[in-house]
């Protein structure tokens, strides 16, 4: 079976096909480890997840390379402003590998919470500085790159394609360049390689051209092309790494091999909250610790990001996560009921089928929606407890729900609550209305809803809203 995906540099759906096949070489732009990681962030990784789980799915082998930014990101994308890492670690009175060791071990938290797989390399810039400086001095040698005060910056100039994968026109960017552009820089967009640290400055290290740090681009040219060995059969990002980070890194390493490394680009949509940004300072910055604070499961969240496409923005609210909660507690009770059937190998034909076009809808450009609709379709027949398992633990390669795990969470309530609803039902029984309303809403007060059924009293958890 074929498997397409879309490649933001042609705009089209392109048939994949590695360069050493059935090897695929994936690139992931890594984290910047200087706060904690927010879910929109998340949603890159669950994409870059998913991606490698349907590429091996196809049975391809999977060398997957993510690089943690720990130096050289600045405040604006654009080369201005300070190194976030520097800002944060000024502001917590730590050092940036401090910083940086914290906010990565929490990133690796929240991404195993959301079954995403580790990469096979997952390399720091930090440690990578010499390759960059070499890196760079090739740059100045060919002539790609020049110094000036600041630093040494890639001159644009000398590349052509320069904008190719975002369509961006220079020439109107030029125009409406900010004043503060650095004004020793050829074009506006000619962009660091390399900054020259003031005296002060706590990370910096020798290079031909002084102390100094790198830029941000050049980290993933580097490491990349060390950890790809010379080429990228997929690179991937968020949507917002295409306009500088991306065109920058196209540039570096044509400059530097003088071809294009990189074949299939692949960009992530953001997760939006309200219809827009999430930021801090908008109080709407949520991280995976928020949402489990909640009372939700992270694989909730998981599940909410999977059924919509990666290529789509997502809406984040409280409202369409517990709508995916509900969903993967449905699929918990199917998985255990199916568990308990005695194990058969392989799949009857009506399932078969369904594997079959669960297979094309990933396949068509990562189509997961499609693929969750269609195990639902599924379910909603009578096929033999065993093949649904069997068929579930499957697709579940792909899904990454970890259904091979799933338990029912046997949920506790305190003895308080416990009492109290003893109380309302001795209240009930005698009819004594009036206290048994006044003890149910104690209860909801609490977070816990009673439901009056044929065969008793229920209780539910009210999941927090926002407060
Ligand atoms: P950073 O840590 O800022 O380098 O970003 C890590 C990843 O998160 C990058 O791939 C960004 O493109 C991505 N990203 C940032 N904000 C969002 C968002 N709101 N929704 C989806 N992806 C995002
Ligand atoms: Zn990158």
Known sequence: MELYIFNTKSRKKEKLQPQKPPKVGLYTCGPTVYDYAHIGNMRAYVFSDT???VLEYNDFQLHHVMNITDVGHLVSDADEGEDKIVVEAR????????IADFYTDIFFRHARKLNIKDPSITCKATDHIQEMIDFVKVLVDRGH????SDGIYFDISTFPDYGKLSGIDLEEQQEGARVEVNPEKKHPADFALWKKAPKNHIMQWPSPWGMG?????IECSAMGLKYLD?????HTGGVDHIPIHHENEIAQNWGYTGTEVVKYWMHSEFLQ???GKMAKSLGNFFTLDDIEARGFDPLAFRYLLLNAHYRKKVNFTWEALEGAQKAIDRLTEHVLKFREAPAKKGCGPRLQKYKEKFLEAINDDLNVPRAIALVWDVLRGEEPASEYYQFLLDVDRVLGFGMKDMERKEEEISAEIRKLIERREEARNKRNWEEADAIRDQL????IRLMDTPEGVRWERIRKKEE
């Open 230 to 234: 010379g080429f990228f059969d997929i």
């Open 444 to 447: 909801l007060e609490k977070g």
């Open 51 to 53: 991606l490698r789980r």
């Open 213 to 217: 740090y790198p830029g941000w681009h």
């Open 91 to 98: 502001k917590k009175k730590k050092s940036p590998y401090e």
């Open 273 to 275: 909250v309200d219809g």
């Open 145 to 148: 790159a020049y110094e000036i």
